[in-house]
């Protein structure tokens, strides 16, 4: 008890000695933490975008890295920088500088390692949105290391935790000299063994009171609030969209069959068919996310690419990892609106589609049918030419699908061409212009809505149009 009492003193008295020990363990942990982070965070994010020979063997090392023990690092860090080794004439061992260098090589490993994971697992979820935004490479490492930033404190605290505790490899490269190499560690292992349990308790209180500072501030940061008329596309010149003799295979499945279909501007077209009959390969086609087996894919008769002004709105919307209004923000950034005009567009769109007053609220807390509205204003800030959608009300219910309808509506009739997949027949009668009915992968009827609807040309439409389609 009385041990206890003379550590709580130390830490009130402010002593010198004490202090001085902290000091130099901070200044060593956060210079080898920041080394450690300029290094692994771009070696994480390259790991997780880029694939090349050797990737995983790269990935391997640092896992096993991550568990390598400490007094290995301080050996090899020893054996480099002692007067027979190969940095010895620098005179660095026995010095902070030494220690720097060995706890960055502890930490480097953890912090690329599950950087990468953290990077790599949301590019899987934002790989397609971003691509079809147009973002380059360097914009999309920006992205993810941005919307990760969260998950990636939590890896700089382990990198942090993993420093600040080490013992083995700052004796060995430090030689625990008091007044010059003595960190929090190595003097409570030294003074404990000594038996000067005060000292020792003390800068054991002191490590445990900075690494909850750190913790709470982090955790802090992470869970605290995110922080004209939009012109459209009426005036745009726009050109059809034509799909010639298109075949889409992967491996033995073909998923679109020798496609002859031209799509022009007006009113909107939806494309109809049952599960699996390649209503989303189409669409994806049209964006460019992926190329036809066989055939070409034209826009007013140009096969080397389509109209810069595209946008495409997947059936499961991704919310990018930041507020309504940011998610807005970054559709405008990356269609080139300048930043003086960012805000007021931000606004008008988010009024658009009735969330002006969800702007500061977290995306991804957002209802089904408020992340499909975010997420058209976004689509509708590249004043998109043509506009893409995949069943965009799949799963909203009456009074949801029918204000993203109204959304859809008033788009079209600003001049933004439509395409949209659906399985809805009122939808049909409420939206289209005309009609793409697919049926396993092949065109089986292409005509305006009304004679789709009640007149259709084939068997397989008209079955599909009374709702037992048989398959």
């Not at 946008?311 to 990892?321: C, E, G, S, Y």
């Not at 590249?382 to 799963?395: F, G, K, N, W, Y």
């Not at 008033?410 to 009915?437: P, W, Y």
Request: overall charge positive; some cysteine.
């Amino acid at each position: 008890m009385s041990e206890t009492v003379s550590a709580w003193q130390l830490i009130a008295s402010g002593d010198a000695t004490l202090f001085a020990i902290v000091r130099l363990s901070l200044a060593i942990s956060l210079s080898a933490v920041a080394i450690a982070t300029l290094v692994g965070l771009p070696l994480g994010a390259l790991l997780a975008l880029t694939r090349f020979p050797g990737r995983s063997a790269i990935i391997v090392v640092l896992n096993g890295f991550m568990g390598l023990p400490p007094v290995v690092v301080g050996l090899t860090v020893y054996l480099l920088l002692s007067r027979s080794g190969p940095l010895g004439e620098f005179g660095l061992l026995f010095t902070p500088t030494a220690m720097v260098i060995a706890q960055a090589l502890l930490v480097l490993p953890i912090v690329a390692a599950l950087a990468r994971q953290t990077v790599e697992d949301l590019w899987l979820e934002y790989r397609e949105e971003l691509t079809a935004m147009g973002v380059g490479r360097a914009g999309q490492v920006a992205t993810l290391l941005w919307d990760s930033r969260f998950s990636l404190v939590t890896v700089l605290l382990a990198g942090f935790g993993r420093a600040a505790a080490e013992v083995g490899t700052v004796m060995i490269v430090g030689g625990n000299i008091d007044g010059f190499t003595r960190t929090m560690t190595t003097t409570i292992a030294l003074e404990t063994s000594k038996g000067n349990l005060p000292l020792a308790m003390g800068l054991g209180l002191i490590l445990i009171f900075l690494i909850m500072l750190i913790n709470a501030t982090a955790w802090g940061y992470g869970c605290g609030p995110s922080n004209g008329r939009v012109s459209d596309a009426g005036s745009q010149e726009r050109s059809p969209l034509s799909f010639g003799d298109v075949s889409l295979t992967v491996g033995a499945t073909t998923i679109l069959d020798r496609l002859n279909l031209t799509i022009g501007p007006g009113a909107p077209t939806l494309i109809l068919g049952p599960n699996g009959s390649g209503k989303t390969s189409l669409l994806r086609l049209c964006m460019g996310l992926a190329s036809p087996s066989r055939g070409t894919v034209s826009w007013g008769g140009r096969t080397d690419g389509g109209p810069d002004r595209r946008a495409i709105l997947f059936q499961k919307p991704v919310m990018l990892r930041r507020s309504a209004a940011a998610n807005v923000v970054y559709g405008l950034a990356q269609a080139g609106c300048r930043r003086s005009l960012r805000a007021r567009r931000t606004e008008e769109l988010l009024d658009r589609v009735g969330l002006l007053e969800l702007a500061s609220r977290p995306a991804r807390r957002l209802s089904g049918g408020e992340q499909q509205r975010l997420a058209l204003a976004r689509a509708l800030a590249r004043q998109p030419e043509i506009l893409l959608l995949d069943e965009p009300t799949a799963s909203l219910d009456p009074a949801a699908t029918r204000f993203v309808e109204d959304i859809i509506l008033a788009a079209a009739h600003s001049g933004t061409k439509i395409v949209m997949a659906s399985h809805d027949l009122g939808q049909v009668r409420r939206l289209a212009g005309e009609v793409v009915f697919l049926v396993r992968g092949s065109l089986v009827e292409h005509a305006s809505a009304g004679d789709f609807l009640d007149r259709p040309a084939t068997p397989q439409a008209a079955a599909f149009v009374r709702g037992d389609l048989v398959l």
